[in-house]
Structure formats: structure tokens, C-alpha cells
């Protein structure tokens, strides 16, 4: 810290160092990034084994914008006339560790985070995965304070039209209590809405797959 270019006694710039050396290095990581997970392939055998509970789930079928979009709003903002547009970007597969410079993400605001966020092993491009991010920005001064600081789970909350929703494919395994009980979620947030009709499906497990 330069002393005279800021103008405090040496002694109160001595107890501002570790403060402000904390906040450098949190400004490399003063969002809170929050994911959702979608796939481009709806029927991968791998994909129902390890997601849906053995077949027993479904997959949602998601109406997206040519541009690959979908409007979404946070839990602590209004109603949905207030969303804001996410866009789906793809998972990249390789057999790299994950790291993260953080000094480097402080020097010149790379997304280094986001990248890493977009990262997997390539053990897992089975699955196809596209991801919508969005973040929410720390008070750096604050968290530099703070030793334990853990965001609101609100936060994580996200809505879209219930519209976006054009069908769903139900699982070999599902039962008619499930399907009944989807089928009735889905219609009854659309009464509000235009009554918008969507499509359901049932599968059948063969041995080349769904």
C-alpha cells in the first residue's frame, strides 16, 4: 500500500493489508455461478440408468429459441414479464484437469470460471450435455470479512414459462401414478396460461436401448 498516495498513517495502512490483499484475490471469484444441466439426447440408455431413478423418471422436453435461449427470472425478482434470456451453451469433453488461476481471473477478468464450469471429463460425452449459467455478484469487501459466508438457497430458485415445456417422455419403468401425477402439474400451470396443449410419450426398453 502506498501510504502517502492514499493518505493513511502507516499503522492503520499495516491492518488494511490483509483486508485488501483478500479482496484482490476474492474479486477472481466474487460471483456465486449456479447451473442447470440439459441434454440434446433424450432416449441415451446411460443418460435413464443414471438419472432417472432406473427408467423410472422422465425426460422434459424444453421449446428453446432459434438462438438457443430461454427466458428465466429469479426467485427474488417479479413476475415473469421481468425474466431475462439465458443461453444454452455446450459442455466441452476433455481429459484435462479443472483448475482455476485465480490470480489470473483477477488480473485480466478472463472467464476462467465460467470455462471451468463448462469443462468435464470425456468420459462423460455420452451425455451431451448443454448448461445454462447464471450468476449473482459477492460484495468482495464483505466476504473478505467473513470467513464463512454461504449464500441464500433462494437464490438458486429460477422459473420460466411453463409454456417452454412442449411434452415429456416417460420412462419403461413409470407408473401410471407418476405419469397422472406430471401430466396434472403441467396442466394445471398452464390454466393460467393460455392452455397451451403438450405432448407425452411412454417407452418401451428394448435391447438396443429405448
Same mark, same amino acid.
Request: avoid cysteine.
Given at each position: 500500500i502506498n501510504v502517502e498516495e492514499n493518505k493513511f498513517p502507516p499503522d492503520i495502512a499495516l491492518k488494511m493489508v490483509p483486508i485488501l490483499l483478500k479482496d484482490k484475490l476474492t474479486k477472481a471469484l466474487n460471483h456465486n455461478i449456479y447451473s442447470a444441466s440439459f441434454s440434446k439426447n433424450p432416449l441415451s440408455p446411460l443418460m435413464w440408468a443414471h438419472y432417472a431413478d432406473g427408467f423410472k423418471g422422465c425426460v422434459v422436453i424444453y421449446e428453446i429459441s432459434n438462438d438457443k435461449m430461454l427466458n428465466l427470472r429469479h426467485h427474488y425478482q417479479a413476475p415473469i414479464d421481468r425474466s431475462e434470456s439465458y443461453k444454452?451453451?455446450?459442455?466441452?469433453?476433455? %481429459? /484435462?484437469?479443472?483448475?482455476?488461476?485465480?490470480?489470473? +481471473?483477477? /488480473?485480466?477478468? +478472463? %472467464?476462467v470460471l465460467i470455462d471451468a464450469c463448462l469443462m468435464k471429463n470425456s468420459f462423460w460425452d455420452y451425455e451431451e450435455e448443454y448448461r445454462l449459467l447464471t450468476s449473482i455478484e459477492i460484495d468482495t469487501i464483505k466476504l473478505a470479512h467473513t470467513e464463512n459466508s454461504k449464500p441464500s438457497f433462494r437464490d438458486r430458485i429460477m422459473y420460466h414459462d411453463s409454456n417452454a415445456i412442449l411434452g415429456v417422455i416417460f420412462g419403461p419403468r413409470c407408473t401410471q401414478e407418476y405419469k397422472r401425477k406430471i401430466q396434472l402439474i403441467i396442466g394445471d400451470s398452464r390454466k393460467f396460461n393460455g392452455d397451451k396443449p403438450f405432448l407425452l410419450f411412454s417407452t418401451k426398453l428394448c435391447s438396443t436401448g429405448i
Open positions: 444454452f451453451t455446450a459442455v466441452k469433453y476433455k %481429459n /484435462i484437469d479443472k483448475q482455476i488461476p485465480i490470480l489470473q +481471473s483477477a /488480473i485480466d477478468k +478472463s %472467464n
